[in-house]
């Protein structure tokens, strides 16, 4: 789901790299400090933290899902700021911190000791989970975390252009670039891959055919494939047929719905405001092809709920994360469908999800199941801001790609020394 601020990204892998140091050091901190609930329930008082949904109804729904869970008042803290993980991590030092928050899986988390065990309310029904989700929230065979949603990221296009313009559908990255130039006027932009570009830089990696990290928690990302990707996204830079000024990011369709562009990256949970602005007049496809042992992609984001293992509160936590995320089924079909598009983690929800059964929204599911990428747990904050760093000065400047990603490897090797040694 999309971001109520414009200037923050909420769907990529950016995360607050202030609030993520702070991990190392937390101390233990209750959550049980006398807070009011918000909820019909009696005894524990919980309280829950969520970023602020673009989409509408939202956090009514959250708080509508907790008003109804009988065995503790669970509070939601609906944080419309763009700051919310910073907020949430400088909350998690104090008396004040949340018994459940909604999170990404990082190893940070798990290794400081910050966030608890959920095996064992997840094994019951670990099998009906996409596996790329439990691998991505397991480590040392314990799992960290419940997936709500997953969230594919693929480029949407308006037909009506390309037909006009006689473009196919790209599945190389030449000939995106390609599309790009011939699709651009005097009015309309080729492409939008976000205004500064690093929400693709995910995408880079895994159509160039390679990895964040390798299996045994080594740089798997600096290879020719990525080399010749960066290379050609810093000509497109400087081509023209860019957008690079929207007035909203890529989580945001307002571009593509408002011809600011042919064709623009985004999520999934779009869909619907695409739908809405433009009828049938659009496609998707995923990320295509980067040099020669490319091969597409669709990048998956997405939020999944953790309990504070350092609070007072931690199994009424898990006992009130396994009701809501486990157990109610009924309602988290409706979150994942009903403010916008996303796909069910549970294999036995998705199949029951009709909204997403026909059109683009079946095709996107398609997508995802064909060439669907998932975090790596171990690619942490520092490193992926290692890489921002990369598109910043291989694309948007005039870095040697080849020096861009030496001084990654320097960053990221330091970062994992300190976590595997």
Known sequence: MSAMSSNWDRRSVLRAAAGLAALGPLAACGSNNGRSGGGSGSGKNLVQYFHAYGEAGTEQAIKRYAKAYSKADVTTQWIT???????????????????????????????????????????????????????????DGKIYGVRMIDDPQFFYYRKSMLEKANVSVPTTLDELIEAGAKLTTSKVKGLFLGNDLTAIQNNLIFSAGAETLDAKNQIAYHTDGVIEGLTKLHTLFNSGHLLLDSPTDFWDPSAINQGLCAIQFGGMWSMPAIQQALGDDFGIFPFPKVGSSGRLSVYNGGWSMFVNAKGNNVDAAKEYVKWLWIDQKKDQEDWATSYGFHIPPRASIAAQATKLKSGQAAEAVKLFNTYGHFDNIGFTQAMITAFNDVMANAVRKNMDPKKALDQCDTKVNRELKKLFG
Do not use: C, R, W, Y
């Open 81 to 139: 700021s763009n700051t919310f993980e910073t907020k949430l991590f400088a909350a998690l030092l104090t008396a004040q911190a949340p018994d459940v928050f909604e999170f990404h899986p990082q190893i940070q988390m798990i290794k400081s000791g910050q966030v608890a065990d959920l095996t064992d309310i997840i094994d019951p029904v670990k099998d009906d989970f996409n596996p790329a989700d439990i691998k991505s929230h397991t480590v």
